[in-house]
């Protein structure tokens, strides 16, 4: 298979190559603290030969990835939660199994892969806490050196993490975007690779294997596909959104598994947003032909620390018909603020699921947490409503509702 960029916006591709994150003319606009004009995503052609390219469809070949062990986390069935709310066929994806315990270890993990291919020495990035440690503990496990840019404000757990994985801490006095800026301008100069989230496209695309081990643990295995047999696709995902790359990986996967015939269509993937960081959410209800529908820029102001964001940097990518595939059209099934979906209620659920949820996606808090719910209607999706039950949901990082 054969692998490039793709800027969802103008259509230009780009080789697959370390200094190219961004379209150019697409980018040339972006305004510092606003959301990314331009960012691209992977897309390959030809045939996946599993042998050769890996069990699952990725820009780097298997034997680059370091040995730590990112990814196939438990797909679980919680028993009570199903009883309570009344959704046998409810799942659990529970990425905070990863080595630094987020989901972000499936970015790192690639990105630190595309680094050892090409003989790079160096990560940088910007983050808020989590990014960071993830990178730190994926890079100690691959030999990299791995520079952090955190705000004054990050978490001292992170600190702390990133610290004991040996990573290089450079502490910015002032918020996200300027440890953002902070980082490019130290890529720029040094020439080491910039892992920051939704800038990097590898960032997005890392995030699939997700929604792969989703398919694998729901039907038969992927390879039965050959034998006309589907594995099987989830009815809803649900997935805590902040900066809206998770949800644009987990997209991605599903799109792979449908191009690669192993499901026969796609689920509908749902962005959950805090009430107080909810940019994704008002700009799909922002009337059609708004010149920038993530400005102005809201301070958030949600307790869930990794879905709170001002201006979501993979915002126009959503918009624009790259993660997200909304074609431009306004968003169904979009929930008021204030209707506070169950998957928000979820306020001492930690007890009956037997696990306790991290605050830092607002699951498993202990008090509620209001939302705002998009259902995302996917490019080629068949409408078919009766199959849809957006009044019913539940919590973690991805769900799979019964008929
Ligand atoms: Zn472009």
Redesign the pocket.
Known sequence: MKWNYR??????EYGIEPGRYL?????AANVPGRALH?VLECVWTGSWDPEADGAIPLPVPARFFPSIPVGDTPLWAPERLRAELGFPRLFLKDDTCNPSGSFKDRASYLVAAFARERGIKEIALASTGNAASSMAAVGAAAGLKITVFLPAAAPVAKRIQVLQYGAELREIQGNYDLAFDKSLEYSAETGVLSRNTAYNPLTIEGKKTASFEIAKALGPALGAAAGGRKAAAPDHVFVPTGDGVIIAGVIRGFEDLLKLGAIDRMPTVWAAQAEGSSAIARALAAPAGSADPFVPVVAATTAADSISVDAPRNGHYALDGGGFHLGGRPAERALRPGEAPEVWRQGRDGERRGDLRRPATGLGQGRPLRGALLGLRLRGLPKSPGKHRPEGNGGGDAHRLGP
């Open positions: 800027c969802p916006t103008c259509g230009r379209c150019d003319p697409c980018s331009g």
